[in-house]
C-alpha cells in the first residue's frame, strides 16, 4: 500500500511513545546511571566510570552463565526447529482434525510459565511424577534436583515441551499459503515425498521459519520462569542462565553497579538480534508486495 | 496408520501427558499422591480445589491477576489503535524508528527493567498495586499490539479512508462507525495476546507486588518455596491458571501463530 506522507500522524502515535517511554526510557535511564556509579546511600554517590563494565566482563561466574545461556538457546533451535517443522508436515491441512490439532497444540503456549516449571516439577519427580517413574523404569538413575545432566535434559525436554508447538503453528501457515498449483506440478512430474519437502516446501517456508528461529532464540535468550520453578538454578549453578543472574544480582544482593552494567551489555545483545529480526522481517514485507 | 500419522500422534501424546498428570494429581489426596503411584484417582476428592475456593489468600490471587491483565488489556489496546492506524497508512519523520523502537521492547529482556521499574513504582507510591503491574507489561504488550493491529489494518484497502473522508465524516467518527467494525476480528486477536501474554508473565508481576496486588503465579511459587509441600493444591492451581487460555483458544485457533509472529506471518 502507498502512504501519505503527513506528519500530524505523529499525533497518533503520541500516546504510545509517552507511554513507552515512561515504562523503558526512564528505567533504562536509571541503569545507565547507576553504572557508571558507586552508590553509598542517597547523597553518597561516585563516579566510577567503567569499573563496572571492567568488573563483569571479567566475572568468571557471568561468563559461565553467558556460555551456558548460548549453549541453551542452540539446543533449542536444534531440536526444537527440525522436530517443528516434520510435525507441521504431518499435520492434516483442513478440515475439524486440523482445527482440533491447531487448538491442543496452542495449549502449552497458553499455560503461565511458572506453572510450565510446576507441571514438569511434579512430572519429573522419580517418586511422584509420571516422567520421572517411566525414566526409572527404563532403569536410568534419574534425578533432576540432584544431577545436572539430568536437570539439563529436563529443562530442555520442558522447552522443547512448551516451545515446539510454536514453530510448528508458524510453519503450518507457511505451509497453508503453498498454492495446490505446486503440490500437482510436482506430481505430474513424479517427484518424491523428499523431493517436494526439498524443492517445494522448503523454500515456501523459509520466511516463516527465519521468524520462528528468531522468536525461539530471543525468547530462550530470556528464559527465566520455567528454570527457577524448576529447578531453581541448580544444582549448583548448572542451570542459572542470563535472567536469573541478573535478577540474583539486582533483587538478591542488591549490586546496583554491577547489575546495572550487566543490564546493559545484556540490552545490547538483545537489540543486535532485534536488528536482525527486523531487517528481515522488513525484506519480507517488501518481498511480499512485489 | 501412515508414519506421519504415527509422528503426530506420539508427539500429541507427549503434549497431553504432563497435562493429564497435572489433572490427574489436583483430584487426588495427599496421601494417595505420596503413597502410592497411580494412574488415575482411586480417592476421588475436589479438596484441592475447595481449598483454593475458600481461602482468601488463594483466590484472591486469581482475582487480582484478573484485574491488572484487565487494565493492560484495555490501556494496551487503547493507545495501540490509533497509533497502529498511523503506521498503516502515513509516512512520518522518524517512523522507521520508531517502529524498530518499539520491537526492541517487546524483546527486552524483562530482568533487566526489574530494579529500575522496582523503584520507580515505588517511588511514585505505586508498589504493590494493580496498575504498577498493568503499566510495567505495556513494556511488551503495547508493542505487540502496535505490531499485530498495524498487520490487520494494512489490509483493509485505503479507498475505504477516503470515501468516507469524502462523505464528510470526522476523523474520530470514521475511526469509530466505520474502520473498527472492519477490524474487529484484528482488535479481538489482539486482545487475546495481550491478555495471554499479560496472564503468563511472572518476573515483573512477582517483583511489583507484595500482598495486595500479588498474582496467583507468585503465591504458586511461594507455595513451592515452602517446606510443607501441598502437592494436590498445588496441582489444582495450576489447572486452574489454564482455564483462562483454554476457554478462548478455540475462537482465536487461525490467528495465534499470527499473533506470536507480531502479525507477519
Redesign the interface.
Known amino acids: ?10 499525533f ?2 503520541l ?3 509517552a ?2 517511554a ?3 526510557i ?3 535511564m ?2 545507565v546511571n ?1 553504572s557508571v556509579q558507586d552508590i553509598f546511600g542517597p547523597d553518597n554517590r561516585v563516579f566510577v566510570g567503567a569499573e563496572w563494565y571492567r568488573e563483569i566482563l571479567q566475572d568468571d561466574r557471568l561468563r559461565r552463565a553467558l556460555l551456558r545461556q548460548f549453549v541453551f538457546s542452540l539446543a533449542v533451535l536444534v531440536i526444537e526447529i527440525p ?1 517443528g517443522i ?2 507441521a ?3 492434516p491441512r483442513r478440515g475439524r482434525w486440523a ?1 482440533l ?15 510450565v516449571g ?6 519429573g519427580r522419580a ?5 520421572g ?1 517411566l525414566v526409572t523404569a527404563l532403569g536410568i538413575d534419574y534425578n533432576y534436583a540432584a544431577n545436572p545432566f539430568d536437570a539439563w535434559a529436563t529443562v530442555l525436554v520442558m522447552d522443547v ?1 512448551h516451545w ?3 514453530v510448528a ?2 510453519c ?3 505451509l497453508k499459503a503453498i498454492p495446490d498449483a505446486y503440490y500437482q506440478a510436482a506430481r505430474i512430474d513424479g517427484a518424491s515425498n523428499w523431493a517436494v519437502f526439498r524443492y517445494v516446501q522448503l523454500p515456501k517456508l523459509g520466511n ?1 521459519l527465519l ?2 528461529v528468531l ?1 525461539r532464540f ?1 525468547d530462550s ?2 528464559i ?2 520455567e528454570p ?2 524448576l529447578t531453581g538454578g541448580g544444582p549448583g549453578n548448572s542451570t542459572t542462565f ?3 543472574t ?2 540474583r544480582l ?2 538478591g544482593q542488591f549490586d ?1 553497579g554491577p ?2 552494567a550487566f ?1 546493559l551489555i ?2 545490547l545483545i ?2 543486535l ?3 536482525l ?2 531487517t528481515t ?1 522488513m525484506q ?2 517488501r518481498g511480499q508486495q512485489q | 496408520m501412515k508414519p506421519r500419522h504415527f509422528l503426530l500422534a506420539a508427539y500429541v501424546v507427549f503434549l497431553m501427558l504432563p497435562l493429564y498428570w497435572l489433572l490427574n494429581m489436583s483430584f487426588k489426596t495427599n496421601e494417595e499422591i505420596l503413597g502410592a503411584f497411580t494412574l488415575f484417582p482411586h480417592d476421588f476428592t475436589f479438596d484441592n480445589y475447595r481449598v483454593i475456593f475458600t481461602d482468601a489468600s488463594w483466590y484472591m490471587g486469581y482475582v487480582n491477576s484478573i484485574i491488572y491483565v484487565t487494565l493492560n488489556t484495555l490501556i494496551s489496546l487503547t493507545v495501540a489503535l490509533p497509533a497502529a492506524y498511523a503506521f498503516s497508512r502515513y509516512t512520518f519523520v522518524g517512523d522507521k524508528h520508531l517502529f524498530f523502537w518499539l520491537l526492541t521492547n517487546r524483546m527486552a529482556p524483562p530482568a533487566v527493567f526489574l530494579l529500575p521499574f522496582f523503584q520507580l513504582y515505588s517511588s511514585i507510591g505505586l508498589f504493590d498495586t494493580h496498575i504498577a503491574v498493568a503499566l510495567a507489561h505495556c513494556l511488551f504488550n503495547v508493542p505487540l499490539s502496535v505490531w499485530i493491529l498495524e498487520g490487520f489494518m494494512s489490509g483493509v484497502p485505503k479507498e475505504i479512508d477516503e470515501t468516507a473522508f469524502i462523505d464528510g465524516y470526522s476523523f474520530p467518527r470514521f475511526f469509530v462507525t466505520i474502520f473498527l467494525p472492519m477490524i474487529r476480528s484484528g482488535v479481538g486477536v489482539t486482545a487475546f495476546f495481550c491478555f495471554m501474554f499479560s496472564w503468563v508473565e511472572l518476573l515483573l508481576a512477582r517483583t511489583l507486588t507484595s500482598v495486595n496486588a500479588k498474582p496467583i503465579a507468585a503465591i504458586m511459587t511461594r507455595t513451592v518455596s515452602a517446606s510443607g509441600m501441598d502437592w494436590g493444591v498445588l496441582a489444582a492451581a495450576g489447572v486452574l491458571t489454564i482455564i483462562p487460555g483454554a476457554l478462548v483458544i478455540w475462537f482465536v485457533r487461525n490467528h495465534i501463530a499470527k499473533g506470536f509472529a507480531l502479525g507477519r506471518v
Open positions: 500500500m502507498t502512504k501519505t506522507e503527513n506528519n500530524r500522524a505523529w497518533l502515535v500516546p504510545v511513545f507511554l513507552v515512561f515504562s523503558a526512564v528505567p533504562l536509571t541503569v547507576y522436530l516434520a510435525v508436515l504431518s499435520m482445527s490439532i491447531l487448538v491442543v497444540l496452542a495449549l502449552p503456549l497458553l499455560i503461565p510459565w511458572n506453572v510446576t507441571i514438569w516439577q511434579i512430572f517418586d511422584i511424577g509420571l516422567g517413574v515441551w515446539t508447538s510454536l503453528l508458524l503450518f501457515s507457511g516463516v521468524i520462528a522468536l530471543m535468550f530470556m527465566y520462569s527457577f520453578v542470563l535472567s536469573q541478573l535478577a539486582a533483587v546496583l547489575a546495572a543490564s545484556y540490552f538483545i537489540l538480534f532485534c536488528w529480526f527486523y522481517m519480507l514485507g
